[in-house]
């Protein structure tokens, strides 16, 4: 596998890659976290232009994408029921991480380029994202707190500093 910034001719294929997403999710019993069309083409075109989405190849072809912020998360700044490990040092955030459902090992496959970038990974997911939560667990994130999306809905968020690599 390999991991490449997305360009705007992955459009279609990343939409493919979410539908499947949201599906699974639903199937697992978090209908609500993406909903129906969550992310919008225009998130997508909007991260692609920022220069913050990625996509992951196996044998050429996208079988997974995600977001990927080196910075400040405005979301993050208030955390509710808990504190970050450090809110100190600089710290990557990782968005919007799915497959197709193909290729096994994923989370760990963009948790170890992630770390390779910033060591201080951030992340969050909804709290009926048993199996996110399940892969964010096994990767040694500690569980920080509450903190709130855009739209004000909750989310678990986790925080490593450093020690995510990890084997699928």
């Known amino acids: 596998m390999t991991i490449r910034p997305s360009t705007y001719a992955d459009i279609d294929a990343l939409q493919t890659i979410f539908a499947y997403a949201r599906a699974q999710m639903a199937a697992d019993g978090n209908p609500t976290q ?6 919008a083409r225009e998130q997508l075109m909007s991260d692609i232009r920022r220069g913050v989405s990625y996509v992951v190849e196996h044998n050429g072809q996208p079988c997974a994408t995600f977001v990927f912020i080196i ?10 029921d808990g504190n970050w490990l450090d809110d100190t040092l600089p710290y990557g955030t990782i968005h919007r991480i799915a497959s197709n459902g193909e290729q096994r090992g994923i989370f760990p496959f963009v948790l170890n380029w992630c770390t390779a970038q910033c060591p201080n990974i951030r992340i969050d997911t909804h709290q009926d994202n048993a199996r996110m939560i399940h892969l964010i667990e096994q990767a040694q994130f500690t569980h920080c707190g509450i903190i709130y999306t855009r739209d004000n809905s909750p989310r678990m968020a986790y925080q490593n500093l450093g020690t995510s690599i990890v084997k699928d």
């Open 71 to 80: 910075g400040d998360d405005p979301t993050y700044h208030y955390i509710e």
């Open 34 to 39: 993406w909903g129906d069309e969550y992310p």
